[in-house]
């Protein structure tokens, strides 16, 4: 098991002040994170970008040195058995990088197998395998570059899976990826899990994917933890969080704005209004599912030329998320 | 040196050659671009044939060695070059990402600076062999002492050569800025590594600088050994000093690793470029 406790990194940046002239400035890019990755289950990491994704991974995939809390691997020491807890773990990143491209994909298996000792032998087989389990058999002796995007990136995998890890670290592995490769994807993420009892986090922009295939979920804000729960709870909170209506009314009389204000102040919803070519166009975002009320309400007392419920986002509940958790600890 | 670390060094040395080497086109540019270099270096010194310059550099060298001392000069240079170049290409895996994927094997680092530095080795064996022959071609009288010490000559340019090679490797690992070491190491060596010019004639402050870059002794030894015929004692003082330079190289070469991967996990600048 994977066990995080009170996980920080620092960054040290240098600002321009002036020619020549800069100051160093710290960022902190994981102020506290607690983390927990049980064999066979597959955790999200969700955030905005620069919440602290990829720190994260690369802390616990020993590529950063924490600059506090602790972490143990299957009883291994982070900092102290770094190069044991490497032969136990893998990273998969999204994009077309990280693999030779002048290599063929065999070359590339057989290049960091290698680097990871394992015998020819069980390398040999587990090339085979892996070339089969990503579906690159026919073209696995042809250079990387010839491949598509997808095909690089079951490579990939294929790849990070080398050294048949315990806990694997897929960085927003579907990034740019289309639906049909994408699905297969994450089908495979899933397997991998169940099947092979890996123990994976996944970090994701896409709460469809963390819905999908996430046992547990975590998501962060500037480097600290604004929520964890099973993805339902995640689900549910992101609806909660950001309804959004976009109505455009022909006028806006004094009487419904009382009542429209009145009705959101009592909801703790806000509103947006912007008014041309003699129409009003109104915001309303609000936790709740109001969109009957706000239809009867509007439509008593003036004419809906227009009205869309937007989807919610999960940026909006992260962000909303971190406002909550923002206020309670100015107020705690 | 373990069984892990020789598995690297192997796995490194294969990639590196099968990255660089990829098309027939290669093979064919390793054949032209040692003969250019070749012509380049007899013509670059035609112009100076009789000048005050050829009679300065002729009082050390002696006036019938000129070319076969800039000819000797360019081997041991290309030879430091190419590992120089190889160190260079490693540079690259930081912008493809692959650096970061290294880093996260328990590989042996310098399992991996050794074989990248290998894979040159062909590149520049390579090169020694056509230069050879092409000296053995425009100089019949070679000079050579006994078959063992052309032997001597490849060792001290292959070994000073590969410990230069990873030394450049491992401060790339410090810094993305890779401009820099060329500055700093690439162009001293050849101006006061003696490769053109008869390290005896430089002033003092340029043999200090000179003194300190492997290529100087090599390039030495090299031509004591095809021009000058020396037997092992002759060499015995540039031997010392290249050995000497050689642990230091190493020495630094592992220090250099180790802070550097740590710099770069405190940092994570590994994945910048």
């Not at chain 2, 880093?103 to 390579?126: C, H, I, K, Q």
């Amino acid at each position: 098991m994977l066990i995080a406790k009170g996980l920080k990194k620092n960054y040290i940046s240098k600002e321009k002040t002036g020619f020549l002239k800069s100051r160093l400035k710290t960022v902190e890019a994981i102020k506290s994170l607690d983390l927990t990755i049980r064999p066979g289950k597959i955790v999200g990491l969700l955030g905005l970008n620069g919440a602290g994704k990829t720190t994260t991974i690369k802390m616990l995939s020993t590529l950063l040195e924490p600059d506090g809390g602790s972490c143990s691997i299957d009883g291994l020491d982070l900092t102290r058995d770094a190069f044991k807890i490497k032969h136990i773990v893998n990273m998969i990143a999204g994009g077309e990088r990280m693999v030779y491209w002048r290599l063929t994909a065999r070359e590339n298996l057989e290049y960091f197998g290698k680097l990871y000792n394992i015998p020819n032998n069980e390398l040999n087989k587990r090339i085979d395998n892996l070339i089969e389990f990503v579906g690159l058999n026919e073209r696995a002796n042809e250079a990387v570059e010839k491949y598509s995007k997808g095909m690089k990136q079951r490579l990939q995998i294929a790849r990070g899976l080398i050294n048949d890890p315990k806990y694997l670290f897929m960085d927003e592995p579907t990034l740019g990826l289309d639906a049909p490769i994408a699905r297969d994807l994450r089908k495979f993420t899933k397997s991998l899990a169940n099947k092979e009892g890996k123990g994976i986090l996944l970090t994701s922009h896409y709460i469809n994917e963390i819905e999908e295939l996430c046992d547990y979920v975590y998501i962060i804000n500037q480097g600290q933890k604004v929520m964890e729960g099973s993805p339902k709870e995640i689900a549910s909170i992101v609806a909660n969080c950001t309804n959004k209506y976009h109505i455009k009314i022909n006028s806006f009389p004094d009487k419904l704005k009382v009542q429209l204000e009145t009705y959101l102040s009592a909801i703790q919803s806000d509103y947006q209004l912007d008014g041309a070519d003699g129409s009003f166009e109104i915001c309303v975002s609000t936790h709740k599912d109001i969109q009957s009320e706000l239809i009867a309400m509007l439509s008593q007392q003036t004419k809906i030329i227009s009205f869309a419920a937007m989807e919610p986002k999960l940026e909006d509940a992260i962000i909303t998320l971190s406002e909550v958790r923002a206020y309670e600890q100015a107020h705690a | 040196m373990n069984k892990h670390m020789l598995k690297s060094i192997k796995a490194e040395a294969i990639k590196q050659h099968k990255s660089v080497y990829h098309s027939s086109l290669m093979y064919f540019s390793m054949l032209i671009w040692p003969v250019l270099h070749l012509f380049s270096s007899y013509y670059s010194y035609k112009p100076f044939e009789g000048s005050a310059a050829s009679e300065l550099v002729a009082k050390w060298v002696g006036e019938d060695m000129i070319f076969a001392f800039i000819l000797f000069g360019y081997i041991s240079f290309i030879f430091f070059k190419c590992f120089v170049q190889s160190a260079w290409r490693f540079s690259f895996e930081r912008i493809s990402g692959t650096l970061e994927l290294i880093y996260l094997t328990p590989a042996s680092r310098l399992g991996v600076m050794l074989g990248n530095a290998l894979a040159s080795l062909f590149e520049s064996a390579w090169m020694f062999t056509v230069f050879c022959v092409g000296a053995i071609v425009l100089f019949t009288d070679l000079n050579i002492s006994s078959i063992f010490m052309p032997i001597v000559a490849v060792f001290s340019l292959v070994i000073p050569s590969i410990c230069w090679g990873i030394f450049m490797n491992s401060l790339f690992m410090f810094s993305r800025d890779t401009g820099i070491f060329f500055t700093l190491f690439q162009t001293p060596m050849e101006l006061f590594g003696g490769a053109k010019i008869p390290f005896p004639a430089f002033p003092i402050w340029a043999k200090l600088i000179g003194g300190f870059f492997p290529l100087t002794w090599s390039a030495s030894i090299v031509r004591k050994i095809f021009m000058h015929g020396a037997i092992f004692a002759d060499i015995k003082a540039e031997l010392i000093l290249l050995t000497l330079i050689c642990i230091g190289l190493f020495l630094l070469t592992l220090l250099l690793l180790r802070r550097g991967e740590s710099y770069a996990r405190k940092t994570g600048n590994m994945a910048l470029f």
